[in-house]
């Protein structure tokens, strides 16, 4: 079987060839098709961006149109999974309910089962994806809160309509502050993708076996669920809770880190690829700095953020270690000023990411790439003889 290197967490290990997103980790690079991030978090919209992911180009007026008012016929989602949320129990993590939804969606859409499908209902399929995630995640909060659904409204734009089913009541006029419709299209647009991170790996090896977009996709939102990959987003605001009711010393809780007899980790902190900074979270500060001036809010959490940010930045330990704040450490100050709790984090980070799932999923499809399966090296016990139960 010839000779294996073992290679813990892939450290070193390249899956695939990919011309999605190009990333330098030593300078902070990161582009998406070429495009630099932060021109796109700056200009673009956010379904803008997720055709330029999927599809390679930056679309032109009429695609966009297109593109747009397909996926705005399919933002429904069928009547009958909303029997499925009132299953959940009312605190249910909603990252367990949309990963459960999403697969569910499979069962509404058979056609997608078929390796064989044509182009057109392949985007179809795509299409489908980015209508209905907004919904679904929408409705997963309405759920837990045990208020009644809000139908998406067509005539609004992507992050409006959600934030109209997340935020909307039958009962009132709704009103969104445009300050927080951008806000949420630039957070959108920096998560879009990020080369072939724990969940976009898991979405390319779950299709590999030509398992369906949809069960695909799942696989990907249980993946950024873990505290190490996107949870962190929640993570963050937990631990900066708990400086903050334990009164505010960052010293201590950077202490804390650097103990390698503690596991507590600075969460927000460090990454597998930067090792200088990473440019999302130098885009998200900024962002952070201007949505709470712009809509009034004061958040206690920001400057504890910034004190420990600071005092880890200074420190030997996490210097010579390369750790850095990262695109989960600000971000949810931002979601908490948009009025989203903190259990929505890692699914908003999961609405942006859906895109960049898509397109690592159709380029290992276009690639023709072989099933993937792992090699290891067996450690367990040599051959030994069955015992019966009754010798043991
Ligand atoms: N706090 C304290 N020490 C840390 C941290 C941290 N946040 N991150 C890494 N280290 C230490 C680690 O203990 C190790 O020390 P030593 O060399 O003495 O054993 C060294 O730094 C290298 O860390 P590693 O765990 O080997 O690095 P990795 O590439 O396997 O892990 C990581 C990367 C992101 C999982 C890790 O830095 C981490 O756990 N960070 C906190 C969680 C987090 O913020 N995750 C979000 C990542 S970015 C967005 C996303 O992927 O979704």
């Avoid at 959600?162 to 009541?169: D, E, P």
């Avoid at 709470?292 to 270690?321: C, Q, T």
Wanted: hydrophobic residues 40%; aromatic residues 12%; negative net charge.
């Amino acid at each position: 079987t010839g000779y294996i290197t073992l290679d813990f967490g892939y450290k070193n290990t390249g899956s695939t060839k990919s011309a999605i997103t190009y990333l330098d980790g030593e300078n902070g690079v990161l582009r998406y098709r070429g495009y630099p991030i932060e021109q796109l978090a700056e200009k673009a919209s956010f379904l803008e961006v997720a055709y330029l992911l999927i599809y390679g180009e930056l679309p032109t007026k009429a695609q966009l149109d297109n593109f747009q008012s397909s996926i705005t016929k399919h933002t429904l989602v069928h009547e009958d999974m909303k029997q499925f949320f009132e299953a959940y129990p009312a605190k249910a993590h909603p990252m367990g309910v949309l990963a459960s939804m999403v697969c569910s969606l499979s069962t509404f859409y058979p056609e997608s089962l078929n390796p064989n499908r044509s182009e057109a209902e392949f985007d179809l399929t795509i299409h489908r994806l980015l209508a209905k995630l907004p919904t679904l995640a929408a409705w997963s909060y309405k759920n837990a809160m045990r208020h009644p659904f809000m139908y998406p409204k067509n005539n609004m734009e992507y992050c409006e309509n959600f934030l109209y089913m997340m935020f909307a009541m039958p009962t009132e006029e709704y009103h969104i502050d445009p300050v927080v419709i951008s806000a949420l299209n630039k957070l959108l647009i920096l998560h879009a993708d990020h080369e072939q991170n724990c969940s976009a790996s898991t979405v390319r090896i779950v299709g590999s076996s030509q398992a369906n977009l949809y069960a695909s996709i799942s696989a990907g939102i249980s993946a950024l669920w873990g505290p190490l990959h996107g949870g962190a987003n929640q993570a963050v605001i937990e631990m900066l809770e708990k400086i903050h009711n334990d009164g505010g010393d960052v010293d201590k809780w950077v202490a804390k880190a650097k103990d390698k007899e503690d596991p507590f980790r600075l969460m927000g902190f460090g990454h597998r690829v930067y090792k200088n900074f990473d440019p999302r979270a130098t885009i998200i500060k900024k962002a952070c700095d201007d949505v709470l001036e712009k809509l009034g809010i004061v958040d206690p959490m920001l400057d504890i953020a910034k004190k420990l940010e600071k005092v880890a930045l200074e420190d030997d330990y996490f210097k010579s270690r390369n750790l850095y704040p990262n695109v989960d450490f600000y971000s949810g100050i931002i979601y908490r000023a948009l009025g989203i709790p903190t259990e929505m984090f890692t699914v908003m980070f999961a609405l942006g990411r859906l895109p960049g799932w898509i397109a690592q999923w159709k380029e290992m499809i276009s690639n023709g790439e072989p099933i993937g399966r792992p090699r290891q090296v067996y450690v367990g016990a040599t051959e030994r003889d069955y015992v019966d139960i009754e010798k043991r």
